[in-house]
């Protein structure tokens, strides 16, 4: 079983940045593929990057390329959300993910595709 614990939320003005931070317990994430998805109130919630096991491949959402980086130390089992250039539509609960790869999976880009999942931490941008 895979535990994960998110940090670093906060309120930020507009043009500001955040990092995140997901670590792990319980088991390695070392050969997992990772994600973060965020879900703002009364709004599904939506994926925002993902990044292979070995954080050679990453994706994100067409909403955040260009202002967010995705990376992962897996010596310390962590897995880092950077952003930069924040919007007040970025504004929302940002959770981090982990499941398994595949020979056929490198990424996942769809919520449905994960298995572990974070309680979250809010992220709240001013204008």
């Known amino acids: 079983q895979v535990q994960l614990v998110e940090s670093g939320g906060g309120l930020v003005q507009a043009g500001g940045s955040l990092r995140l931070s997901c670590t792990a317990s319980?088991?390695?994430?070392?050969?997992?593929?990772m994600g973060w998805f965020r879900q703002a109130a009364g709004n599904e919630r939506e994926f925002v990057a993902t990044?292979?096991?070995?954080?050679?491949?990453?994706a994100y959402a067409s909403s955040v390329t260009g202002r967010f980086t995705i990376s992962r130390d897996n010596a310390k089992n962590t897995v880092y959300l950077q952003m930069d250039s924040l919007e007040p539509e970025d504004t929302s609960v940002y959770y981090c993910?982990?499941?398994?790869?595949?020979?056929?999976?490198?990424?996942?880009?769809?919520?449905?595709?994960?298995?572990?999942w974070g309680q979250g931490t809010q992220v709240t941008v001013s204008s």
């Open positions: 993910a982990a499941t398994h790869r595949t020979a056929e999976k490198i990424v996942a880009l769809h919520a449905t595709q994960y298995i572990y």
């Open positions: 319980g088991h390695t994430l070392s050969s997992h593929i």
């Open positions: 990044i292979s096991w070995t954080g050679g491949v990453r």
